[in-house]
T-cell receptor, first 112, second 109 residues
Framework: DGGITQSPKYLFRKEGQNVTLSCEQNLNHDAMYWYRQDPGQGLRLIYYSQIVNDFQKGDIAEGYSVSREKKESFPLTVTSAQKNPTAFYLC???????????FGPGTRLLVL | QKEVEQNSGPLSVPEGAIASLNCTYSDRGSQSFFWYRQYSGKSPELIMSIYSNGDKEDGRFTAQLNKASQYVSLLIRDSQPSDSATYLC?????????FGAGTRLTVKP
């Protein structure tokens, strides 16, 4: 089955801790994205990558970091600098930047 | 002005009625437009894409695009309780996909 997977489904972060959210796709898509969604709100772009070994900041990149070492993988690290990380994190991919984005199931991050 | 604007709702319609969801966007040069449905606690799923002016129909869903007015809408005919969700409009703005905040739709039995 082709698709996008995210893990874990739920993640708990302690204060001062860095945590990494996984995103993998087997759709052979070049572009991948990370969004944050707060309750009752729309999607806000954190980072995106249009090609391996390259990525750009989105609207709310502070406190987050990414890597794109493989076409299939685009992990997101929520660093201790992100003071309000509780949210629903969504990963998406598309064949090109202008084409349809397909979403993974999401990771819900909670702070202990 | 926000790049992509939607009425937040909630929009409530009775079962069997037509639900009309609206979206306006800021970039007159936008070429790609998408509607996603998001159930509570789930990720968005694509309903339709539209690229040309006019109507595009897929089952009970019709997307309408008017580039001159910078307006795209989604009509849901014969609304069902299972259509109750948040509907997100997405527009290609300067080669970046931008999402509206979504309209919450409730279909009452």
């Amino acid at each position: 089955d082709g698709g996008i997977t995210q893990s874990p489904k739920y993640l708990f972060r302690k204060e001062g801790q860095n945590v990494t959210l996984s995103c993998e796709q087997n759709l052979n898509h070049d572009a991948m994205y990370w969004y944050r969604q707060d309750p009752g709100q729309g999607l806000r772009l954190i980072y995106y990558s249009q090609i391996v070994n390259d990525f750009q900041k989105g609207d709310i990149a502070e406190g987050y970091s990414v890597s794109r070492e493989k076409k299939e993988s685009f992990p997101l690290t929520v660093t201790s600098a992100q003071k309000n990380p509780t949210a629903f994190y969504l990963c998406a991919s598309s064949s090109t930047a202008q084409e349809t984005q397909y979403f993974g199931p999401g990771t819900r991050l909670l702070v202990l | 002005q926000k790049e992509v604007e939607q009425n937040s709702g909630p929009l409530s319609v009775p079962e069997g009625a037509i639900a009309s969801l609206n979206c306006t966007y800021s970039d007159r040069g936008s070429q790609s437009f998408f509607w996603y449905r998001q159930y509570s606690g789930k990720s968005p799923e694509l309903i339709m894409s539209i690229y040309s002016n006019g109507d595009k129909e897929d089952g009970r869903f019709t997307a309408q695009l008017n580039k001159a007015s910078q307006y795209v809408s989604l009509l849901i005919r014969d609304s069902q309780p299972s259509d109750s969700a948040t509907y997100l409009c997405a527009v290609d703005i300067n080669n970046d996909m931008r999402f509206g905040a979504g309209t919450r739709l409730t279909v009452k039995p």
